[in-house]
């Protein structure tokens, strides 16, 4: 029997997790992901990390050997999430050895504390890179304002980016230009672009909750109508703008000599709203050269009765636009929606980020050496 997991793995997404802990490494948990749920790689940020330290035992040693080298806070939370994503990258070297590099892949972040520093940014997004010394792994940066250039700079030196926290249409194409312009770049230096990896992350369910909140406010039938529409609609296009967009002689040139296609990445595809479909922004959001990174909870709702019926996108843009046309009709402001949706990111993986010094502060505070 296929399971729904490897249908959408045959109709050329690639099912990625999106949750890391030193615990699913060192059980076997993430190997066993790779055979029974089709995972072919991993995303983390700041609160995945938190959660992960907040809980059970896995990083007592680490902590009191950290400790014990007289480690503050900030150098603990560097080494012990560079080891897990080292450490994770190695579970998936295989798959990104099977792949040639498009998959196996495993995002760490540079800290949200500098979605605002171009020159912040870099620096971090380099040291990660040759911190965690794998081929495989991938260094997520925001595509704030000041992310475009950090990430065109940090391709450019050869290293492989996962774009986090795009919204708007608007934004992904300054962030594919910033991708062929780090390539162009890379390219000139001399390095393989070949080697070089890239996603484009769009955020799905917080769109839809932002947008929803607002068609209640407004209230008429025409807009209860259009909710639970814009998250999905929205990632059409973005897909719909990445076919143009790889298709211009720019892109083309650097493709046939050896660049990859920055792929577009689902992300936030947990369903927040009870009463949706708990496998929508999986079934909704299936194209071939996609990946879709999912919170275990989706993941396993996903392998038990998603009804995966192939391609979902490229036949749907005309009924993405008339989405975009009727929010515009009844007032919703779009603009409006993803700069708070990209302000709030932010704020919310800082949030997280503080938590998660907060964590490891209290831990290395009560290790026994």
Same mark, same amino acid.
């Given at each position: 029997?296929?399971?729904?997991?490897?249908?959408?793995?045959?109709?050329?997404?690639?099912?990625?997790?999106?949750?890391?802990?030193?615990?699913?490494?060192?059980?076997?948990?993430?190997?066993?992901?790779?055979?029974?749920?089709?995972?072919?790689?991993?995303?983390?940020?700041?609160?995945?990390?938190?959660?992960?330290?907040?809980? $059970?035992?896995?990083?007592?040693?680490?902590?009191?050997?950290?400790?014990?080298?007289?480690?503050?806070?900030?150098?603990?939370?560097?080494?012990?999430?560079?080891?897990?994503?080292?450490?994770?990258?190695?579970?998936?070297?295989?798959?990104?050895?099977?792949?040639?590099?498009?998959?196996?892949?495993?995002?760490?972040?540079?800290?949200?504390?500098?979605?605002?520093?171009?020159?912040?940014?870099?620096?971090?997004?380099?040291?990660?890179?040759?911190?965690?010394?794998?081929?495989?792994?991938?260094?997520?940066?925001?595509?704030?304002?000041?992310?475009?250039?950090?990430?065109?700079?940090?391709? $450019?030196?050869?290293?492989?980016?996962?774009?986090?926290?795009?919204?708007?249409?608007?934004?992904?194409?300054?962030?594919?230009?910033?991708?062929?312009? $780090?390539?162009?770049?890379?390219?000139?230096?001399?390095?393989?672009?070949?080697?070089?990896?890239?996603?484009?992350?769009?955020?799905?369910?917080?769109?839809?909750?932002?947008?929803?909140?607002?068609?209640?406010?407004?209230?008429?039938?025409?807009?209860?109508?259009?909710?639970?529409?814009?998250?999905?609609?929205?990632?059409?296009?973005?897909?719909?703008?990445?076919?143009?967009?790889?298709?211009?002689?720019?892109?083309?040139?650097?493709?046939?000599?050896?660049?990859?296609?920055?792929?577009?990445?689902?992300?936030?595809?947990?369903?927040?709203?009870?009463?949706?479909?708990?496998?929508?922004?999986?079934?909704?959001?299936?194209?071939?050269?996609?990946?879709?990174?999912?919170?275990?909870?989706?993941?396993?709702?996903?392998?038990?009765?998603?009804?995966?019926?192939?391609?979902?996108?490229?036949?749907?843009?005309?009924?993405?636009?008339?989405?975009?046309?009727?929010?515009?009709?009844? $007032?919703?402001?779009?603009?409006?929606?993803?700069?708070v949706l990209e302000d709030e990111g932010v704020d919310k993986f800082i949030a997280s980020w503080h938590e998660l010094q907060?964590?490891?502060?209290?831990?290395?505070?009560?290790?026994?050496?």
């Amino acid at each position: 029997m296929t399971t729904p997991t490897e249908k959408l793995a045959a109709e050329g997404v690639s099912i990625w997790l999106d949750d890391l802990s030193r615990e699913r490494i060192t059980s076997g948990n993430l190997a066993a992901l790779i055979v029974d749920r089709n995972v072919t790689g991993v995303t983390t940020n700041p609160t995945i990390f938190a959660g992960a330290l907040a809980k $059970g035992s896995a990083y007592d040693g680490a902590i009191r050997d950290l400790k014990s080298q007289g480690a503050d806070t900030e150098t603990a939370i560097f080494t012990i999430t560079t080891t897990d994503v080292r450490d994770a990258a190695d579970v998936f070297r295989p798959v990104y050895d099977a792949t040639g590099g498009v998959d196996g892949r495993v995002s760490i972040e540079v800290s949200p504390e500098l979605a605002h520093d171009t020159a912040a940014t870099i620096a971090q997004a380099k040291e990660l890179w040759k911190t965690v010394d794998r081929p495989n792994a991938l260094i997520k940066i925001p595509a704030t304002k000041a992310g475009l250039p950090a990430i065109t700079e940090v391709i $450019g030196s050869g290293i492989s980016v996962n774009v986090t926290l795009i919204f708007s249409l608007e934004r992904y194409a300054e962030v594919v230009d910033a991708y062929l312009t $780090g390539i162009e770049q890379a390219q000139a230096a001399g390095h393989d672009i070949s080697a070089i990896h890239s996603v484009a992350s769009f955020f799905v369910s917080r769109v839809d909750t932002e947008v929803d909140k607002r068609l209640t406010a407004i209230g008429t039938d025409a807009a209860t109508a259009l909710k639970s529409r814009a998250g999905v609609a929205n990632a059409r296009l973005a897909f719909e703008l990445f076919e143009k967009e790889f298709a211009t002689d720019r892109a083309k040139g650097l493709i046939a000599a050896g660049a990859t296609v920055q792929r577009p990445l689902w992300a936030s595809t947990g369903v927040k709203d009870p009463a949706l479909p708990d496998t929508l922004y999986v079934t909704e959001l299936v194209a071939r050269g996609t990946v879709n990174t999912m919170p275990e909870k989706t993941l396993e709702a996903t392998y038990d009765h998603a009804d995966v019926t192939g391609d979902r996108i490229t036949g749907n843009y005309a009924d993405a636009h008339g989405v975009f046309d009727g929010l515009a009709s009844v $007032g919703v402001d779009f603009a409006d929606v993803t700069q708070v949706l990209e302000d709030e990111g932010v704020d919310k993986f800082i949030a997280s980020w503080h938590e998660l010094q907060a964590t490891v502060t209290t831990a290395l505070e009560n290790a026994d050496v």
